[in-house]
Every structure is written in structure tokens, then in C-alpha cells.
């Protein structure tokens, strides 16, 4: 079993800033690696919509056209974290925001089907 939490979110203006971070671990000591890492965002009028994702190297990354010019996903290979930079947030990005993890070689990108783990979510709210 994996270990999936997340935080950063909070309240903040139009225009702020957040920084997300997720941190996967095996629940028990042994080799764990991740491949993709992703954020998905859920509201309860909508279904899980995809954020970002990026591949195990770093070097492959994915945006939802929405976020795309104003969000940065990045991880920490060593230490499995997957961060989302989030600019200029708007209040239709208020949402719960999962991290989502790929225990298995490939890149589910914007596929929820690929991923295995995922946290319980931390809340951002974007509202003046």
C-alpha cells in the first residue's frame, strides 16, 4: 500500500499564489518507485478533472488547457513529492485537488484509469 498526502491549498484572492505539494511513500520499508505523478481537481458540481501530470524522469508534463499558461507542475524524483505551482489563480480553480500516482511503468497523463494511489485531497478556494 502507498501513502498519498497532500498539502498547501488554503484561501487566497484572485491573482494569488498557491503552492501544492504531494508526498508518496510505501507504507512499508521497501523499494518504491512512482512513474507518473498527476493532480486532479474535483468540485461537487464536476466530475475529477485533470490538471497536470508529469513522467517519472521530469522531463514529460501535461496541463489541462485551463491551467496550462498559468500552473507549473515539478517533482522530486528521489524523494517521490510532486509540486503544483499555481499563479494567477482564478475562482473557477476553487476546488479539491488530489494527487494522483502511477505505481507502474507508462505515463497515464490525463487518464484517472492509470493512476493507483491518491491522497485525500487538499482544498483551494479563490474568492475576494
Known amino acids: 500500500q502507498v501513502q498519498v498526502v497532500e498539502s498547501g491549498g488554503g484561501l487566497v484572492q484572485p491573482g494569488d499564489s498557491l503552492r501544492l505539494s504531494c508526498a508518496a511513500s510505501p507504507a512499508s520499508s521497501r523499494t518504491f518507485k512512482t512513474y507518473t505523478m498527476g493532480w486532479f481537481r474535483q468540485t461537487p458540481e464536476k466530475e475529477r478533472e485533470f490538471v497536470a501530470a508529469i513522467d517519472w524522469t521530469g522531463d514529460t508534463a501535461s496541463y489541462n488547457e485551463s491551467v496550462k499558461a498559468r500552473f507549473t507542475i515539478s517533482r522530486d524524483i528521489t524523494n517521490n513529492i510532486v509540486y503544483l505551482q499555481m499563479n494567477g489563480l482564478k475562482p473557477e480553480d476553487t476546488a479539491l485537488y488530489y494527487c494522483?500516482?502511477?505505481?507502474?511503468?507508462?505515463?497515464?497523463?490525463?487518464?484517472?484509469?492509470?493512476?493507483?494511489?491518491w491522497g485525500q485531497g487538499t482544498q483551494v478556494t479563490v474568492s475576494s
Open positions: 494522483e500516482v502511477q505505481a507502474y511503468l507508462g505515463y497515464s497523463g490525463d487518464d484517472l484509469r492509470g493512476y493507483d494511489y
